[in-house]
């Protein structure tokens, strides 16, 4: 979304008589502010009851209808002029919906939302149905038809993707054509907030910017309300999740729609699966990819989470039956360390015969109890016992590294293939960092560490692509080119 400036009149809802002159200024990355020439509230001291407005109403100079959505006070003060002394006063609004007056004692809602982002037609490859028709002068007619929109069902919403064509005429009598490609989302129920469009289009700028592998941001955001008719009306919001957005280029991309075998649907499907399931999996990749800098240390921890968490989610992460070892093993387990070790062989299951003589029970507990072990120490143990059942961050590695994405990483340049001692160890180290223990020499610093980084991260991104049903020959070829490049100097 590109910065807007807004002159006009502002009020609070059912005080148009008291609007107030000021100027509404959006920026992408920074948000929105509303400077007011005059304060809302008289006289020259600053009223705590104007602090917060949940919504704001304006008409820009141009006749544009606007309503600010959660305005919080960011300024007050006061300045002399001709007629006296003049309160002034800023706000910071959370969202800006250009066209339409929500009124009073309605839920600022939406039925239909158009979404549009850099780079959309170039990824997804959409070119209108034409024909030419040529005349003996020379003359030609072209017609064109915009393809049929592609769909696909979300839980909570139909999903278009549309391309429209548009000619037009310069001045010079030179035929020219615009196009537009852009998502539709159609709401399942009859509304849906704020809070839940943002999120929509959230996930939508994460999935183009996982596919083209630049920072996506939205060029513009429309919705229709239930009081705005046919109408779309402008949002404005602040989305500082990466950088600057960026115009994908025609390389380094890491798919397009038609690279996807089933297509849009398939990829949707995927993609939404995929998010509802290890969102902050993607959240830590694309962050680490795009985000601004951090620490190294920071960044080899938080992707040696994500990949424990994708893990967790995605696969099998227990030795045995859960309900086994909550109910039998871990408590048994606790009654040897601290309780009852009767109640631990009271079960004839367990052997061949006859259970535990009490002489045979006495000998186990002076074996346990010639440890010593202190009370504290029992309960770090429980606790430990308790997650013991979990598969550890080694066998999770092993699992994706040397058996789910081996065939894919083997290959590739800074692969995690080879690597797993020194990822465990180096987490492990950073984790915990018991004092006066000696360092493991795998322990990664410096240098290692940022090849180890990239190590981890190309894991996450091959894991990635791969549910999404990227191919894995191209994710293994785009990979190679991308990997072989990263370098320390």
Same mark, same amino acid.
């Given at each position: 979304?590109?910065?807007?400036?807004?002159?006009?009149?502002?009020?609070?809802?059912?005080?148009?008589?008291?609007?107030?002159? *000021?100027? +509404?200024?959006?920026?992408?990355?920074? !948000?929105?502010?509303?400077? /007011?020439?005059?304060?809302?509230? %008289? $006289?020259? #001291?600053?009223?705590?009851?104007?602090?917060?407005? *949940?919504? +704001?109403?304006?008409?820009?100079?141009? !006749?544009?209808?606007?309503? /600010?959505?959660?305005?919080?006070? %960011? $300024?007050? #003060?006061?300045?002399?002029?001709?007629?006296?002394?003049?309160?002034?006063?800023?706000?910071?609004?959370?969202?800006?919906?250009?066209?339409?007056?929500?009124?009073?004692?309605?839920?600022?809602?939406?039925?239909?939302?158009?979404?549009?982002?850099?780079?959309?037609?170039?990824?997804?490859?959409?070119?209108?149905?034409?024909?030419?028709?040529?005349?003996?002068?020379?003359?030609?007619?072209?017609?064109?038809?915009?393809?049929?929109?592609?769909?696909?069902?979300?839980?909570?919403?139909?999903?278009?993707?549309?391309?429209?064509?548009?000619?037009?005429?310069?001045?010079?009598?030179?035929?020219?054509?615009?196009?537009?490609?852009?998502?539709?989302?159609?709401?399942?129920?009859?509304?849906?907030?704020?809070?839940?469009?943002?999120?929509?289009?959230?996930?939508?700028?994460?999935?183009?910017?996982?596919?083209?592998?630049?920072?996506?941001?939205?060029?513009?955001?429309?919705?229709?309300?239930?009081?705005?008719?046919?109408?779309?009306?402008?949002?404005?919001?602040?989305?500082?999740?990466?950088?600057?957005?960026?115009?994908?280029?025609?390389?380094?991309?890491?798919?397009?729609?038609?690279?996807?075998?089933?297509?849009?649907?398939?990829?949707?499907?995927?993609?939404?699966?995929?998010?509802?399931?290890?969102?902050?999996?993607?959240?830590?990749?694309?962050?680490?990819?795009?985000?601004?800098?951090?620490?190294?240390?920071?960044?080899?921890?938080?992707?040696?989470?994500?990949?424990?968490?994708?893990?967790?989610?995605?696969?099998?992460?227990?030795?045995?039956?859960?309900?086994?070892?909550?109910?039998?093993?871990?408590?048994?387990?606790?009654?040897?360390?601290?309780?009852?070790?009767?109640?631990?062989?009271?079960?004839?299951?367990?052997?061949?015969?006859?259970?535990?003589?009490?002489?045979?029970?006495?000998?186990?507990?002076?074996?346990?109890?010639?440890?010593?072990?202190?009370?504290?120490?029992?309960?770090?143990?429980?606790?430990?016992?308790?997650?013991?059942?979990?598969?550890?961050?080694?066998?999770?590695?092993?699992?994706?590294?040397?058996?789910?994405?081996?065939?894919?990483?083997?290959?590739?340049?800074?692969?995690?293939?080879?690597?797993?001692?020194?990822?465990?160890?180096?987490?492990?180290?950073?984790?915990?960092?018991?004092?006066?223990?000696?360092?493991?020499?795998?322990?990664?610093?410096?240098?290692?560490?940022?090849?180890?980084?990239?190590?981890?991260?190309?894991?996450?991104?091959?894991?990635?692509?791969?549910?999404?049903?990227?191919?894995?020959?191209?994710?293994?070829?785009?990979?190679?080119?991308?990997?072989?490049?990263?370098?320390?100097?």
């Amino acid at each position: 979304m590109e910065s807007v400036e807004y002159e006009g009149h502002w009020w609070i809802p059912g005080e148009q008589k008291n609007r107030v002159g *000021g100027v +509404l200024t959006y920026q992408p990355q920074r !948000g929105t502010s509303l400077d /007011l020439f005059e304060a809302f509230e %008289s $006289g020259v #001291g600053q009223n705590p009851d104007y602090d917060y407005f *949940g919504r +704001l109403y304006g008409v820009s100079k141009e !006749g544009d209808f606007i309503t /600010l959505v959660k305005c919080h006070r %960011s $300024g007050f #003060g006061s300045s002399h002029s001709q007629s006296g002394r003049i309160s002034h006063s800023s706000y910071n609004v959370r969202y800006v919906l250009d066209g339409v007056h929500v009124p009073r004692n309605q839920n600022t809602s939406f039925r239909d939302i158009k979404v549009g982002f850099p780079g959309m037609k170039e990824w997804s490859q959409r070119v209108p149905l034409s024909n030419t028709n040529h005349s003996a002068s020379g003359a030609f007619e072209l017609e064109l038809e915009n393809p049929d929109p592609l769909k696909a069902e979300v839980m909570e919403y139909e999903l278009h993707l549309n391309t429209s064509f548009t000619p037009s005429i310069s001045r010079a009598d030179t035929p020219s054509i615009t196009s537009d490609t852009y998502f539709r989302l159609f709401p399942k129920q009859p509304t849906i907030t704020l809070s839940r469009l943002r999120n929509y289009v959230s996930s939508l700028r994460d999935l183009l910017t996982l596919g083209t592998n630049h920072i996506i941001e939205p060029t513009y955001v429309q919705a229709k309300t239930p009081t705005s008719g046919y109408s779309d009306i402008q949002i404005y919001y602040a989305d500082t999740a990466f950088g600057q957005s960026e115009t994908p280029g025609i390389t380094n991309l890491n798919f397009r729609l038609p690279d996807i075998p089933g297509g849009f649907t398939e990829l949707v499907e995927n993609w939404f699966d995929l998010r509802n399931d290890v969102e902050s999996t993607i959240d830590v990749f694309l962050g680490t990819r795009y985000g601004s800098g951090t620490y190294q240390q920071d960044t080899f921890l938080s992707l040696t989470q994500a990949v424990e968490s994708y893990h967790r989610r995605r696969f099998d992460d227990e030795y045995m039956d859960s309900q086994k070892y909550e109910t039998e093993v871990h408590p048994d387990i606790m009654d040897f360390i601290r309780g009852d070790l009767k109640s631990v062989y009271d079960d004839l299951s367990m052997f061949n015969g006859n259970s535990l003589s009490a002489t045979q029970l006495d000998r186990l507990k002076s074996m346990r109890d010639a440890h010593s072990i202190p009370n504290d120490l029992s309960n770090v143990l429980d606790s430990a016992i308790q997650f013991a059942n979990e598969y550890s961050l080694r066998k999770r590695f092993k699992e994706l590294v040397n058996s789910k994405y081996h065939h894919i990483l083997k290959d590739l340049p800074h692969s995690a293939v080879g690597q797993i001692h020194p990822i465990v160890q180096t987490r492990n180290h950073f984790t915990h960092q018991i004092k006066d223990k000696k360092k493991d020499p795998a322990v990664a610093e410096g240098a290692d560490l940022t090849r180890l980084s990239w190590s981890v991260e190309q894991l996450l991104e091959v894991a990635l692509l791969s549910e999404l049903g990227v191919p894995q020959s191209q994710i293994r070829d785009t990979l190679k080119n991308r990997y072989k490049q990263y370098r320390i100097l």
